[in-house]
């Protein structure tokens, strides 16, 4: 799988947009961006995934460049409970066994 | 819907002994399970993985004679830490995933600490 690269922090006011950024240059034309998130001391939380075109749903919107190499991830009114770390993953799909590798993510803080 | 639990959501245990974590899809059928360990102020890695009635794989640098999987059931597998050391203390989450889409649901985790 790709590798993915994002800043290790970042801060938005309560309210406010947050766009999340991650690089991934070397995605490969049959790998989809994944985005999960991880509140502290609990298991992750999926949040969205795409594959070329934009997503949105109930949670947030993911913008994937024409090229693939980049995507960003918007909360479009961040609250305090968004405050996690966010990791953006680079996957295969096609089987249940496939994996998620995780990175370092990057750790979202949301400001009142 | 897909819902994963975890139990127990934390564990003390001395060292030498052994303690065994269940995870369970609630509403969903689960072919398959990870489980994965996350070090203080680290990234999740994954351990295994694992099919129901089927042995799991394990990832390279795993002891699979020390963290025992069973996956005999398609809501519940389990992770067992045999002869557990303070080294092994970390928090330790499953993911359960069905058929197509293929997402994984992940578990709330659980905290080992090994005295």
């Known amino acids: 799988d790709a590798k993915t690269t994002q800043p290790p922090s970042m801060d938005c006011a309560e309210g406010r947009a947050a766009n999340l950024p991650c690089n991934h240059s070397?995605?490969?034309?049959?790998?989809?961006v994944y985005w999960y998130r991880q509140i502290h001391s609990q298991g992750p939380q999926y949040i969205i995934h795409g594959l070329k075109n934009n997503e949105t749903n109930e949670m947030a919107s993911l913008i994937i460049t024409e090229d693939r190499k980049s995507s960003t991830l918007i909360l479009p009114h961040a609250t305090l409970r968004d405050t996690a770390v966010y990791y953006c993953i680079v996957r295969v799909d096609g089987g249940s066994n496939y994996k998620l590798t995780f990175g370092k993510g990057t750790l979202l803080t949301v400001n009142p | 819907g897909a819902v994963v639990s975890q139990h127990p959501s934390w564990v003390i245990c001395k060292s030498g002994t052994s303690v065994k974590i269940e995870c369970r899809s609630l509403d969903f059928q689960a072919t398959t399970m990870f489980w994965y360990r996350q070090f203080p102020k680290q990234s999740l890695m994954l351990m295994a993985t694992s099919n129901e009635g089927s042995k799991a794989t394990y990832e390279q640098g795993v002891e699979k004679d020390k963290f025992l999987i069973n996956h005999a059931s398609l809501t519940l597998s389990t992770l067992t830490v045999t002869s557990a050391h303070p080294e092994d203390s970390s928090f330790y989450i499953c993911?359960?995933?069905?058929?197509?889409?293929?997402?994984?649901?992940f578990g709330p985790g659980t905290r080992l600490t090994v005295t």
């Open positions: 070397t995605i490969s034309g049959n790998e989809y």
């Open positions: 993911s359960a995933s069905s058929g197509p889409p293929y997402e994984q649901y």
